[in-house]
């Protein structure tokens, strides 16, 4: 009975602690680079995104349009079109003059674009539609993406790689 | 090594909840828990083959956690001084529904090894009774 677990205590105003155990497995040091962060090419094209809740009502219309597969399309000048193609056509949304940053070394294409699964990805901006900070995308082109929230709670980096289809 | 870690007012630990909920929908049922010095990262077990790779740093500077302890460290190899566990994210979802003013967090062993004594009883005109004592 020497299972590790984490034991976990809460107490609510009115009541006593209440104590919890949640079983763990700990992962041996040979197995940590398993989790480490996927190698991301230094070429990449940055961009500010619209709030999140504005981008999770596109994909959850995307969606209930039977799409499977979002495309981002970044520029340099800041505009940003996020795409899918339905049955019957193409629905687009288009961004403007959103905040772009340039580091040494990135993309010096003037558009980068990226198909993503929106299945992927729809849970993210769900996740995270309440929060008031602005997620970062980090296109590189028809490879991957990085998205990436930074407040004073937490800092949240999500990578999801481009779509088979 | 030893890790606890205390939070101690209703608007922080909700706080705290919210970002557990959310790497809970971020997961595939099982989630990996990195814990450094400075940080708990709720960390991807699938990587890119599961479709996408996450990290959620939870910093210690995030003014959250009342107390963030991690005590064993070894101070001539800085790169070993990590606990990486993992765990069925939904658990700890469940038991925390919200409203709390004090929630803490901290690993161990399993403390169901307690000492029961047993005993067993009969009238000649009953059955068997059995009585189980916790020791």
Request: include cysteine.
């Amino acid at each position: 009975n020497d299972e590790p677990i984490l034991s976990v205590e809460v107490r609510n105003p009115e009541s006593d602690i209440v104590s919890h155990q949640v079983p763990i497995t700990i992962i041996l040091s040979r197995y940590w680079p398993s989790y480490a962060r996927p190698a991301i090419a230094d070429r990449r094209m940055s961009i500010s995104m619209p709030p999140p809740k504005f981008i999770s009502r596109f994909l959850h219309a995307f969606k209930n349009s039977n799409a499977r597969v979002v495309k981002f399309t970044a520029s340099r000048v800041g505009d940003l079109r996020i795409s899918t193609r339905i049955d019957n056509g193409e629905i687009d949304a288009s961004f403007a003059d959103l905040q772009t940053a340039v580091m040494d070394g990135d993309s010096q294409e003037e558009t980068a674009s990226v198909e993503l699964t929106i299945r992927n990805i729809s849970t993210m901006f769900h996740s995270f539609a309440h929060t008031k900070s602005r997620v970062k995308m980090n296109i590189i082109s028809h490879r991957m993406a990085e998205f990436t929230v930074i407040n004073e709670d937490y800092n949240l980096s999500f990578i999801a790689g481009k779509s088979p289809e | 090594m030893k890790f606890s870690t205390l939070l101690q007012d209703t608007p922080a630990i909700d706080a705290f909840i919210k970002i557990i909920t959310a790497t809970s929908r971020l997961s595939k049922k099982k989630c990996c828990v990195k814990i450094e010095k400075s940080a708990l990262n709720f960390v991807s077990c699938t990587g890119l083959n599961g479709g996408a790779w996450f990290n959620l740093a939870v910093p210690y500077s995030s003014q959250l956690f009342r107390k963030f302890d991690m005590v064993g460290m070894n101070p001539r190899n800085e790169e070993q001084n990590l606990i990486f566990f993992e765990l069925e994210i939904d658990n700890l979802v469940h038991i925390l529904p919200g409203g709390h003013c004090y929630l803490k967090m901290k690993l161990s062993k399993n403390q169901t090894s307690r000492v029961w004594k047993k005993s067993q009883n009969r009238r000649v005109s009953a059955n068997i009774v059995s009585l189980n004592c916790c020791m």
